[in-house]
């Protein structure tokens, strides 16, 4: 049965009651992150900037600053932001073409913008600004009954990706980035009611296209994807180049298997020693199990198993179909690069660029992840269950 809008008089803030136990999940996920950064990011810290707590000051800084804007946007209804669905979609296309032009470049990729001496990364908030957008226009769709048609429920939703997509994968040269914004869409619009043979046949189409795609380019030698092929042929055969390409997810290997059942103990790597590189980044996991152990990695994964499972309750409560749609996209957001990560970590699937939330350094994912727990929180505050006060 399709849940009715405005079910609940509109207010711009809300003081109903949300769910706790994800704001208590974030708050641990969170302070067992700024523990784990401080550690992996000391030798990198004090052999770049001549202190051992240059990181760790840095995200701290910008944790209070987004613990405060995820308290303020619990507080405002989230229905306020289909209003202006596409203001905010007109915003984040300016924001990620004009990336391409004034970004800042790094590691061969423009991904950043700086603004008054203060540098931003607009991928990271066109995650949660692209669920908002998206939520709204999928509702919209689904109030109308026209959810299950090909055009209307499944090609139509998809053109509004395409421009994102574009941006993020060609101007910026951002797969990871691109990749969680497609899955976070495909979820959304399966939840929403698209049906699932439409994403199986495009899905097969789209694999098979990609597949081979990276097959011509390996055998031509002739594109800016290469790196993506030895990545590839790196994860088949990690001791193949064991000094270049495999360098980096060998000593993560090195790292989760010195770990063993309860670690050698915080503060303790050896791998983080210039060893790993980039131990406070999205190999940070690498320095966890290495210190806390296996027992460790499973209270970690434990959490953002939990999380995941009350994102889930919270969508399926919500009082209306824009905030499950909203809900189930956080959720799949903070869930799959929380899964990715690891994954990456462990050598399951090849490397490729995705931080683990709430832990890897860098201001701007941290920031929109705990935007999208906030916006998460309204809408447990608007839910079926939520006290009036």
């Not at 395409?162 to 899955?183: C, D, E, K, M, R």
């Not at 495909?186 to 994403?199: D, E, I, N």
């Not at 590839?232 to 989760?256: H, K, M, P, R, V």
């Given at each position: 049965m399709t849940k009715k809008n405005n079910s609940k008089k509109f207010s711009l803030f809300l003081n109903r009651k949300f769910d706790y136990s994800i704001l208590i999940i974030t708050l641990a996920l969170l302070c067992l992150g700024l523990i784990m950064l401080l550690s992996a990011s000391t030798p990198t810290s004090l052999s770049e900037n001549g202190t051992s707590y240059n990181y760790v000051v840095k995200q701290g800084a910008l944790a209070i600053v987004g613990l405060v804007a995820l308290f303020v946007l619990s507080k405002i209804d989230y229905r306020i932001y289909?209003?202006?669905?596409?203001?905010?979609?007109?915003?984040?296309?300016?924001?990620?073409?004009?990336?391409?032009?004034?970004?800042?470049?790094?590691?061969?990729?423009?991904?950043w913008i700086s603004i008054f001496g203060f540098s931003f990364q607009p991928s990271e908030f066109a995650k949660v600004g692209f669920i908002i957008f998206y939520a709204a226009i999928l509702s919209d769709i689904k109030e109308k009954g026209k959810i299950k048609?090909?055009?209307?429920?499944?090609?139509?939703?998809?053109?509004?990706?395409?421009?994102?997509?574009?941006?993020?994968?060609?101007?910026?040269?951002?797969?990871?980035?691109?990749?969680?914004?497609?899955?976070?869409?495909?979820?959304?619009?399966?939840?929403?009611?698209?049906?699932?043979?439409?994403?199986?046949?495009?899905?097969?189409?789209?694999?098979t296209a990609i597949l081979g795609y990276f097959f011509f380019m390996s055998l031509t030698g002739a594109n800016s994807d290469n790196f993506r092929m030895g990545r590839?042929?790196?994860?088949?055969?990690?001791?193949?180049?064991?000094?270049?390409?495999?360098?980096?997810?060998?000593?993560?290997?090195?790292?989760?298997g010195s770990g063993g059942m309860f670690g050698v103990g915080l503060g303790k790597s050896k791998q983080k020693y210039l060893y790993l590189p980039e131990p406070h980044n999205d190999f940070i996991f690498a320095v966890l199990a290495e210190e806390l152990g296996f027992v460790g990695c499973i209270a970690v994964i434990a959490l953002f198993a939990l999380f995941v499972w009350r994102g889930i309750v919270i969508a399926i409560k919500a009082e209306d179909?824009?905030?499950?749609?909203?809900?189930?996209?956080?959720?799949?957001?903070?869930?799959?690069?929380?899964?990715?990560?690891?994954?990456?970590?462990?050598?399951?699937?090849?490397?490729?660029g995705m931080p683990l939330p709430f832990f890897s350094y860098g201001g701007s994912a941290m920031l929109a992840d705990l935007m999208a727990v906030g916006i998460l929180l309204s809408v447990s505050r608007n839910s079926r269950n939520s006290n009036n006060s």
């Open positions: 289909k209003k202006f669905k596409w203001v905010i979609y007109i915003v984040l296309i300016a924001l990620l073409v004009l990336v391409g032009f004034i970004g800042i470049g790094e590691n061969g990729a423009k991904r048609k090909i055009t209307s429920g499944f090609l139509y939703p998809l053109v509004f990706f395409i421009p994102i997509g574009i941006s993020i994968y060609v101007l910026q040269n951002h797969f990871s980035a691109t990749f969680i914004i497609a899955a976070i869409t495909c979820v959304q619009m399966f939840v929403a009611g698209s049906l699932l043979r439409y994403f199986l046949c495009f899905g097969g189409v789209g694999i590839i042929q790196t994860w088949l055969n990690i001791e193949s180049d064991l000094t270049g390409t495999g360098w980096q997810i060998n000593q993560s290997l090195y790292a989760i179909n824009f905030g499950t749609l909203i809900a189930i996209g956080v959720t799949t957001m903070i869930g799959l690069q929380a899964l990715v990560n690891i994954a990456v970590v462990t050598n399951t699937i090849p490397v490729t």
